[in-house]
Nanobody, 117 residues
Framework: QVQLVESGGGLVQAGGSLRLSCAAS????????MGWFRQAPGKERHFVSRITWDDGSEYYADSVKGRFTISRDNAKNTVYLQMNSLKPEDTAVYYC??????????WGQGTQVTVSN
């Protein structure tokens, strides 16, 4: 089992920045890839970004490309999501996820991000 705990959410004005953190514990070696997803009210959960623990390979959804940056700290078993130039449409609950492959089997409880006009 892998436990994931997100932090760093909050309220920010449009154009501002936030950095989310996801701390992993437990059998972290079984988590090959770490990802961020988000779910806006009344909408489905969508992929945001992912990174692999070994070579740090990154991938982003088109909606956040150029504004969000994912990174990892292997020593701390922590993944970050730096979010810049935030827009009201980025408002959502952000979830951290992990898996031994690109199928995510472990999920955090989520952290709320609210971007005001």
């Amino acid at each position: 089992q892998v436990q994931l705990v997100e932090s760093g959410g909050g309220l920010v004005q449009a154009g501002g920045s936030l950095r989310l953190s996801c701390a992993a514990s437990g059998r972290t070696r079984s988590a090959y890839v770490m990802g961020w997803f988000r779910q806006a009210p009344g909408k489905e959960r969508h992929f945001v970004s992912r990174i692999t623990w070994d070579d740090g390979s990154e991938y982003y959804a088109d909606s956040v490309k150029g504004r969000f940056t994912i990174s990892r700290d292997n020593a701390k078993n922590t993944v970050y999501l730096q979010m810049n130039s935030l827009k009201p449409e980025d408002t959502a609950v952000y979830y951290c996820a992990a898996g031994p492959t690109y199928e995510y089997v472990y999920w955090g409880q989520g952290t709320q991000v609210t971007v005001s006009n």
